[in-house]
C-alpha cells in the first residue's frame, strides 16, 4: 500500500484522473458536461488534471462500483499518467471506496468529499469553519470503522483537508462529541444572526440575497451593487461565508443585499444542512435574485438545480427576479435579449444593464417605500436639512417666516426619523 501514499505540496499540483460511471437513468445530461464540471471542482481543489476514464455498467457493482475487470483498467490508466489521486464523479459507499483503493493502488475520493475539500480551501469565517467541519465529520464518520491505519498514511491531499483532517485517527465516540460541539456552535452561530435580524427588522429595511449557481458572477454583481471589495474568482464556491452590504436604489431607500454560496448539482445533502445559518439568509429575504450565466449552455439545466435547493428552503413564495448575468460574453444575440416584469439581463463585470436591476428591485421590494411628506425645517436644522436632500427626492421648496417648507418623497424609514419636523394637512 506504500503506493497509496500521497504528498501535498504547495508548489506542486496533486496528480488526479477523473473517473466517471455511466449508469441507466443515473443522471440527467451527458457524461461530457458532468466531467467538465468535475474537471472545474478539481481545479478548484488545486489538482491538475491528467486525464479521464470513463465507465459504463448496468448496475453498479456492490464491491467496486465498477467490477473488476474495470478496476484493473483504472489501476494501469492511472499509472500511465503518474496520477496518485482518483476522482469519482459518483458517491462510493464506505466499501467502495476502500476495495477501489486496494485494487488501483491509489487514493480514491468521490465527489462529495471533493466538494467538502473546496469548502475547506474556502471557509474564512469561524462560522464558515465550524459549518464545514460539521459536514466533513457527518462524511467521515460511517469511514472510520476498519480504516484507522489505511487513513493515517494517506499523508494527506485533495480531500483530506480542513477541520476534519485532524480528526481521521479518533475512534467514533470522539468524533460524536466533537459533532455535538459543532452543533452546539452552530446553534448559537444562528441564535446570533436572528438577532441580528431581528435588530434590522426594527427599522423598516428590505432585505435582498443574492443567490445561484457556483460562478454565475454573484460576487461580482454584489460587488458591482453595493461598491464593496467581495474575494472574487474564477474558482467554484469561491465564497461560502455571507456577506452583508446596503444597496442605495433609485427611490433612494436602502436595503441589504447578502452575497451566499453557489449551488452546485447533487449537492450533498449534508452540506445543506451545515450551511443552515448562512441560508437563513435567503429564508428571511424580502426578494431573491437568482443569477444565471446567459453565456453558459447549461444554464437551463443549471437553474433547475438552484431551484431544487430553494424548495428545499421553502422560498417558492418569496418574490424572486431572475438576473441573466455575463452578457458581455455574448455576440449577436445581445440585442434581441429584453426585460421582463420578473428578469432583467445584465454585465456584473462592465454594468450594462444595472439600473434597469436597480429599478426591478425598487418595484419588487414591499419594505420601506418612498412616502411624500412635507417638512418644516428651521435655520438650525441643518443635519435635518443635509438628510432629506441626501436621502429624498425634494419635489418643492421655499422659505416661510423663517423656515423652509420642502416637499420630498422619503423612504419610509428616513421619514419616521423626521416625523418631528412633518407638516400635517
Given amino acids: 500500500m506504500a503506493s497509496m501514499k500521497a504528498t501535498h505540496n504547495v508548489d506542486t499540483a496533486e496528480r488526479v484522473l477523473l473517473v466517471g460511471v455511466e449508469l441507466p437513468r443515473r443522471y440527467r445530461g451527458s457524461s461530457r458536461e458532468r466531467m467538465d464540471e468535475l474537471s472545474e471542482l478539481a481545479a478548484s481543489a488545486g489538482a491538475k488534471v491528467q486525464g479521464r476514464f470513463a465507465a459504463a455498467r448496468e448496475r453498479p457493482d456492490a464491491a467496486t462500483l465498477l467490477g473488476r475487470g474495470q478496476c484493473e483498467r483504472l489501476g494501469e490508466e492511472a499509472a500511465a499518467r503518474e496520477a496518485g489521486l482518483l476522482i469519482f464523479d459518483h458517491d462510493l459507499t464506505p466499501t467502495q471506496q476502500r476495495n477501489l483503493e486496494e ?30 467541519e460539521l ?22 491531499g485533495i480531500g483530506t483537508r480542513g477541520p476534519g483532517e485532524t480528526q481521521l485517527e479518533t475512534d467514533q465516540r470522539r468524533i460524536r462529541r466533537r459533532l455535538r460541539k459543532v452543533r452546539e456552535e452552530l446553534e448559537a452561530v444562528r441564535r446570533r444572526r436572528a438577532q441580528q435580524r431581528r435588530l434590522r427588522q426594527g427599522v423598516p429595511l428590505a432585505t435582498v440575497a443574492l443567490v445561484g449557481y457556483t460562478n454565475t458572477g454573484k460576487s461580482t454583481l454584489f460587488n458591482a451593487l453595493t461598491h464593496a471589495a467581495v474575494r472574487v474568482s474564477s474558482a467554484m464556491f469561491a465564497t461560502l461565508d455571507p456577506t452583508v452590504r446596503a444597496v442605495e436604489l433609485g427611490s433612494r431607500r436602502r436595503v441589504l443585499l447578502s452575497d451566499t454560496v453557489g449551488f452546485i448539482r447533487d449537492l450533498p445533502p449534508g452540506l445543506v444542512a451545515a450551511f443552515r445559518a448562512t441560508l437563513e439568509e435567503v429564508r428571511e429575504a ?18 433547475e438545480e438552484v431551484g431544487k435547493v430553494l424548495a428545499e428552503l421553502g422560498v417558492e413564495e418569496t418574490p424572486r427576479l431572475h438576473v441573466f448575468n455575463k452578457i458581455d460574453l455574448l455576440g449577436e444575440e445581445r440585442a434581441q435579449l429584453k426585460n421582463s416584469a420578473r428578469s432583467v439581463f445584465v454585465s ?21 417605500r418612498p412616502v411624500r411628506v412635507t417638512l418644516r425645517l428651521s435655520s438650525a436644522q441643518g443635519r435635518e436639512r443635509a438628510l432629506v436632500h441626501q436621502r429624498g427626492r425634494v419635489l418643492r421648496e421655499e422659505f416661510v417666516e423663517g423656515a423652509v417648507l420642502i416637499e420630498v418623497e422619503l423612504p419610509e424609514s428616513v421619514a419616521l426619523q423626521l416625523e418631528p419636523f412633518a407638516v400635517r394637512a
Avoid: K
Wanted: charged share 25%; hydrophobic share 40%; aromatic share 2%.
Fill in 348 to 368: 456584473a463585470l462592465d454594468g450594462q444593464g444595472l439600473e434597469g436591476l436597480r429599478e426591478r428591485m425598487d418595484a419588487l421590494l414591499p419594505l420601506d
Fill in 286 to 303: 424580502h426578494l431573491i435574485l437568482h443569477v444565471s450565466d446567459v453565456s453558459n449552455a447549461l444554464h437551463g439545466e443549471q437553474d
Fill in 135 to 156: 459536514a466533513q465529520l457527518n462524511y467521515l464518520l460511517p469511514r472510520l470503522r476498519g480504516r484507522g491505519v489505511e487513513m493515517s498514511r494517506l499523508g494527506g
Fill in 103 to 132: 485494487a488501483t493502488e491509489r487514493r480514491v475520493i468521490d465527489r462529495t468529499q471533493l466538494i467538502l475539500d473546496i469548502f475547506a480551501r474556502h471557509a474564512r469565517s469561524h462560522e464558515g469553519q465550524l459549518q464545514v
